[in-house]
């Protein structure tokens, strides 16, 4: 599988020009892609930056032969008309099931925040069969909102994998019980707004342990299970490329990191590569694309 992220800032690059069609260029210059996944996305938001329009209906028509699934991590109607902002999964492999989960938005005054939202796409890769394919897109400004959020996706994970484990009864009667794809492997991508050093960062990499599975009636072979990074499986200890203010300072003098791949445990040994566009000034983060078991 063939994996890009992205967090297009609506599709506007650093010279101010809102162009869809750039973001798919710059994509199909990375290499070959199955799977991708990109962050704000926006649909009718003409007081932003470049004047967004309907980036869900032009990215369809960059993407002919494409499934498109968008997450709207806001949805409303102002003045301006019904206005969507999320997350976007396009996928060439077949897709077996979509899922859209807002995330925690616990209160924390006079603080600059939106909703946000997970989306998991399961889609069928030719060679690792069923693979959930999580993006997200954190909140930026509260630290307690993300912290919530982390644990949210750590918990999402774990919930699947049990379900991976103990599967429900079995239906093929063509009612909604009927049988879903539950699978063990599972990619989680995005921006996450945390760095390496962070409380986040470790937060989402820590292991079940036996005291949490017995709560959450989990079966006892989850004990340890959890999101490993990607880049540290595959350069442990080296430093890896910044994704955030490479080029634009305007949200702090130093370039960071915050733009990650994390993957199940059945994953880890399917890793092949992980490299970001260092160059590309077509939004105001990095593009990264990993390539899983190929």
Not at 10 to 33: F, H, K, N, Y
Not at 118 to 138: A, E, F
Not at 140 to 145: D, K, P
Not at 177 to 183: E, G, I, V
């Amino acid at each position: 599988m063939h994996l890009v992220t992205w967090n297009t800032q609506w599709c506007c690059g650093l010279d101010g020009v809102v162009s869809p069609e750039r973001i798919v260029q710059t994509i199909e210059a990375m290499g070959e892609c199955d799977v991708l996944c990109l962050q704000e996305i926006a649909i009718n938001y003409p007081q932003l930056n470049g004047h967004p329009q309907d980036q869900l209906a032009q990215l369809q028509s960059l993407l002919p032969g494409w499934t498109l699934l968008f997450g709207a991590a806001v949805h409303e109607w102002t003045a301006a008309g019904m206005q969507q902002f999320g997350n976007l999964i396009a996928s060439r492999l077949p897709v077996l099931q979509v899922q859209h989960h807002p995330l925690p938005y616990p209160a924390q005054g006079q603080v600059r925040t939106m909703p946000r939202m997970c989306t998991v796409v399961t889609v069928q890769d030719p060679h690792l069969g069923p693979v959930r394919v999580m993006t997200t897109h954190l909140e930026y400004y509260s630290s307690r909102q993300r912290i919530a959020q982390t644990q949210h996706l750590r918990q999402m994970h774990l919930q699947a994998l049990s379900q991976a484990l103990c599967p429900p009864q079995q239906a093929q009667d063509g009612s909604p019980f009927q049988s879903k794809p539950h699978t063990a492997h599972a990619v989680l991508c995005g921006d996450f707004n945390f760095e390496v050093h962070s409380a986040e960062y470790d937060l989402l990499g820590s292991p079940a342990t036996a005291m949490e599975c017995v709560q959450a009636g989990w079966p006892e072979r989850m004990v340890g299970a959890g999101w490993s990074d990607v880049w540290n499986l595959l350069h442990p200890g080296a430093r890896r490329p910044d994704t955030f203010k490479v080029f634009d300072r305007q949200f702090g003098p130093e370039p960071v990191a915050c733009d990650f791949v994390w993957v199940s445990d059945s994953l880890r040994s399917q890793v092949r590569s992980l490299e970001v566009d260092e160059k590309t000034q077509a939004s105001d983060h990095q593009p990264v694309r990993a390539v899983i078991g190929v």
